[in-house]
């Protein structure tokens, strides 16, 4: 009598691990399938920049917020003033209190180009209450530039090289689809094995959270950015509210695409094929950091939303390699099964990194070390400490008075 009352539970019991085991899979195949084809990345690249040129008569101002880049700004200067544009691209770089002389490196740069009178150098005063470092500088460059009366900004970092024809290819995609804001995922360097490892994830990652087809769609209103490269129509920039709508904002660039977007105006995000960032992490600690600086500030600073998501890298990412050690066939196979659909969606991305495939084996691992700088970014905020960038601390907690 015992055993035909434990029977049902013992089948149960079968049932639940056969589920279980199979949500994974079912994730993989809607990532798939009906994530917007946010892996095929060969769909999302970049116009083929043209050495002739292109945007004929269209003005744009480049506007390079740089604190302490000394390393790294002389090429992007280069790079920038050598866009094949019609009218010339003009400058500006905002020093925003640099101490390692950086103005003098973007000056140097643009003399040896023979292009000094192309560069504008500002001195940048410092943040505004309620500004973060980096959208203040942006905001001093961006009121300087109404003087040229721009047909666009080209918002970008001071550690990226621009392939020539790489301005005017983007330029002629907005005016020939009419968008307001069009940006790029420029190439993360991959020099170091840390890199090689973690980066082409990154990427993967965030293309997963914001599909370009989606982004790009007007029924969609999912909007996202990368803040290395943005070129925005100013009307587009103005009707959104201006930087003063995003002032307060660590993720600035899909909080713009976002106000674009919310605005109605039309945005595009691609992968860049050649313009790279010159920025080197060396080692895992330093990615980490990198990611923990704004990652639970992607989850609003929400636990809830944290035990969630950790909840999901788990069962998405790491589940799939643990069921291979089951003891039932079946979920060996299931485990499999989602671990082959996950190399497939990732390895088109090794593949724009020009790695081994081997690495697409890797993402398990990679989601776990993902998972613990975010679990990381959490504490340090309920520290009280937050991100640090340049030396100023970002995505601090604010501390309460007494009383309060």
Known sequence: ???????????????????????PLAIWLYLLTARGGFWRVSRVLSPRPS?????????????????NEAGGIGKAVSSLLAQTLVPPLHLIVVDDGSTDGTAE?????????????????LGGTPPAPGWTGK????????AASAARDPDFLLLTDADIEYVPGEVAALADKAEAEHLDL???????????????FLIPAFVFFFLKLYPPAWIASPRSSVAGAAGGCMLIRPAALARAGGLAAIRGRIIDDCALARAVKSSGGRIWLGLARQTRSLRVYGSLAEIGAMISRTAFN??????????????GLIVT???????LLARERAVVALGAAAWLLMTACYLPMVRLYRLSPAFALTLPAVALFYAA????????????????????????????????
């Open 298 to 311: 992607q989850l609003r600073h929400s636990y809830l939303a944290l035990a969630g998501t950790l909840l």
């Open 182 to 196: 069009v940006s790029l995922m420029v190439r993360l360097s991959t020099a170091t094995l840390a890199e090689r």
């Open 1 to 23: 009598m015992l055993e035909h009352d434990l029977a049902p539970v013992a089948v149960d019991a079968v049932t639940f691990a056969y589920v279980a085991a199979g949500t």
């Open 373 to 404: 700088a975010t679990v990381h970014s959490a504490i340090e905020y309920a520290l009280g400490r937050g991100g640090k960038w340049k030396g100023r601390a970002q995505d601090v907690r604010p501390v309460r008075e007494p009383g309060t």
């Open 317 to 323: 990412y790491l589940a799939p390699p643990l069921l």
């Open 51 to 67: 050495s002739s040129g292109g945007a004929a008569g269209r003005r744009v101002v480049a506007v390079v917020p740089a604190r």
């Open 135 to 142: 959208l203040w500088a942006m905001s001093q460059g961006v």
């Open 105 to 121: 490196e973007a000056r140097r740069a643009a003399e040896a180009a023979g292009a000094g009178e192309r560069l504008t150098v």
